[in-house]
T-cell receptor, first 116, second 113 residues
């Protein structure tokens, strides 16, 4: 079982370059999330989606855009990368059935991004 | 604004000892409080979770204690083992706002053999 798959796993960018991180899940989950992890900061929510075609801002959305054109995919874009966006990015998904939420997040293995 | 505060940042425990990690939250709308475990190079994975209608939940060597009135919860790892060495995150989420899960800053646990 693949679960949540993130690509690429590693990427080095120069300031001002753009890139897209791809997240794919095969669990038919409605909800998908992008987090960034920085030392001493924990996991901070960038953007999330409650279903195909929907997106919403999280705690730290500035400098990022997302799209959820297909239920199984959630893309995170950086239009003009900055050194402050050097981080490890995690995608997660969850299943929430009406009236019986489990709340568990299933994470990918992360994408390490360095912006020079 | 840190909605979930976690302490300590790091913890060293002898093998067989008890590891205790504490968290406090602010938003009373939270109704699900999970703990995630993360090993180096991996994504976090759910370890144990509790809802506010119970004060304690135990799964094997792992126990969550929950104090709703104080808005605090803690993770206790009994008989800590070197294999428990990892980063632990407390978190909170609720039915409002898309079930967003807010994480604490994390605790790096090292269990000495």
């Amino acid at each position: 079982n693949a679960g949540v798959t993130q690509t690429p796993k590693f990427r080095v960018l120069k300031t001002g370059q753009s890139m897209t991180l791809l997240c794919a899940q095969d669990m038919n989950h409605e909800y998908m999330y992008w987090y960034r992890q920085d030392p001493g900061m924990g996991l901070r929510l960038i953007h999330y989606s409650v279903g195909e075609g929907t997106t919403a801002k999280g705690e730290v959305p500035d400098g990022y855009n997302v799209s959820r054109l297909k239920k199984q995919n959630f893309l995170l874009g950086l239009e003009s990368a900055a050194p402050s966006q050097t981080s490890v990015y995690f995608c997660a998904s969850s299943h929430h059935a009406s009236g019986s939420s489990t709340g568990e997040l299933f994470f990918g293995e992360g994408s390490r991004l360095t912006v020079l | 604004q840190q909605q979930v505060k976690q302490s300590p940042q790091s913890l060293i425990v002898q093998k067989g000892g008890i590891s205790i990690i504490n968290c406090a939250y602010e938003n009373t709308a939270f109704d699900y409080f999970p703990w995630y475990q993360q090993f180096p190079g991996k994504g976090p994975a759910l370890l144990i979770a509790i809802r506010p209608d119970v004060s304690e939940k135990k799964e094997g060597r792992f126990t969550i204690s929950f104090n709703k009135s104080a808005k605090q919860f803690s993770l206790h790892i009994m008989d800590s083992q070197p294999g428990d060495s990892a980063t632990y995150f407390c978190a909170a989420s609720g039915h409002t706002g898309g079930f967003k899960t807010i994480f604490g800053a994390g605790t790096r646990l090292f269990v000495k053999a």
